[in-house]
């Protein structure tokens, strides 16, 4: 997509991308404004909108290449943990209309915060009816 600015960066077009990886799947950059130093996008360079549009296989390159990229972070960084973030949804705070993972080391006292509330409120009844339809849609799934 022309307007698109991760496709942008997989065509090379924006110049200031700071790139870290790419290979004839993916490519790895840095956000504009980083969560924590390190904190790294990675992308299909196919575009797709979001992870319901992800065939198993560009998936499966996304999930080999972020385990790669965790592996290089641990390694150059030294993290002291780190979150694998994938968002999907202006309500799940997906700002780019193209699918992507955030990989950001972490650190104690870095200026990330939390992702988890504290806690929950869910009845046992709210909770085994969501079991309920994810256990059949699961069971549906796998008959295909």
């Known amino acids: 997509m022309d307007d698109c600015p991760f496709c942008q960066i997989v065509r090379r077009d924006d110049e200031d991308a ?13 956000p504009l404004e980083p969560a924590t130093l390190g904190h ?3 992308i299909p360079r196919q575009h797709v909108r979001d992870i319901w549009g992800l065939d198993e296989r ?4 996304l999930a080999g290449a972020a385990v790669r990229l965790a592996r290089v972070m641990q390694l150059a960084l030294e993290p002291e943990g780190l979150n ?7 309500v799940a705070s997906q700002t780019v209309p193209h699918v992507h993972v955030h990989l ?3 650190w104690s006292g870095d200026p990330f915060g939390r992702i988890w509330p504290p ?7 709210q909770k085994d009816e969501v079991w309920a339809k994810l256990r059949e849609a699961c069971r549906g799934e796998s008959a295909k």
């Open 119 to 125: 806690e929950t409120s869910y009845t046992d009844r």
């Open 104 to 106: 950001v080391p972490r």
């Open 40 to 42: 790294t996008l990675l």
């Open 58 to 61: 560009t998936a499966a390159a």
């Open 18 to 30: 700071r790139e870290v990886y790419r290979d004839g799947d993916v490519v790895a950059f840095f």
């Open 84 to 90: 694998i973030i994938q968002s999907n949804g202006e």
